[in-house]
């Protein structure tokens, strides 16, 4: 019940095309959940944070959409740049649970020119 | 400064030598951690500091061995390692461990046990 699902591992997309990662989570006491992209050699940095009670949350090309009832969040880069190559995590945390992040299995995306 | 610093960036040990690994932070942020990220997965947590205390230790072998020494630093003392803990070793901060706080990590150490 602690598992976040993450897919695609890995996807590639034209310069200038919508990526579109997607997580599912089982545990509906997650109440956090924020995308993080790590380039080779860098830690993960936060990319775009949201909450349950908002359904779509968007900055700049990048937005999280969120699906309550179906326990199901993505993420779409829009106007994919080859400098967005990187490997993306989705996460999960929930109130008293020590901020544990609960990370997805990864997908690494690939903007070819 | 938003910045999580790790030294060394890189680290080579034998098995039966005694390293440190070193963490800083100058956020405020009141909750650091330690995790541990194989080649193409996810990281693992390792250790949770809420305001100096070990709050969270996710069943760390003892040749792992985490200290606190005040609100912006965090070490990781290591001692007695295998080939299998090569690996990336990652240090986060929060705000705090009240669920809904983003993470800062650093770049990590890389290392490498032979």
């Known amino acids: 019940q602690q598992q976040v699902k993450q897919s695609p591992q890995s996807l590639i997309v034209q310069k200038g095309g919508i990526s579109i990662i997607n997580c599912a989570y089982e545990n509906t006491a997650f109440d956090y959940f924020p995308w993080y992209q790590q380039f080779p050699g860098k830690g993960p940095a936060l990319l775009i944070a949201?909450?349950?009670?908002?359904s779509e949350k968007k900055e700049g090309r990048f937005t999280i959409s969120f699906n309550k009832s179906a326990k199901q969040f993505s993420l779409h880069i829009m106007d994919s740049q080859p400098g967005d190559s990187a490997t993306y995590f989705c996460a999960a945390s929930m109130k008293g649970g020590g901020n544990k992040l609960t990370f997805g299995t990864g997908t690494q995306l690939k903007v070819e020119l | 400064d938003t910045e999580v610093t790790q030294t060394p960036k890189h680290l080579v040990m034998g098995m039966t030598n005694k390293k440190s690994l070193k963490c800083e932070q100058h956020?405020?942020?009141?909750?650091m951690y330690w995790y541990k990220q194989k080649a193409k997965k996810p990281p693992e947590l390792m250790f949770v500091y809420s305001y100096e205390k070990l709050s969270i230790n996710e069943s760390v072998p003892s040749r792992f061995s985490p200290e606190c020494p005040n609100s912006s630093l965090l070490n990781l003392h290591l001692h007695a390692l295998q080939p299998e803990d090569s690996a990336l070793y990652l240090c986060?901060?929060?705000?705090?461990?009240?669920?809904?706080?983003?993470?800062?990590f650093g770049s990590g150490t890389r290392l490498t046990v032979v």
């Open positions: 986060a901060s929060s705000q705090d461990v009240v669920g809904g706080y983003g993470y800062t």
């Open positions: 956020m405020g942020h009141r909750a």
């Open positions: 949201i909450r349950p009670d908002v």
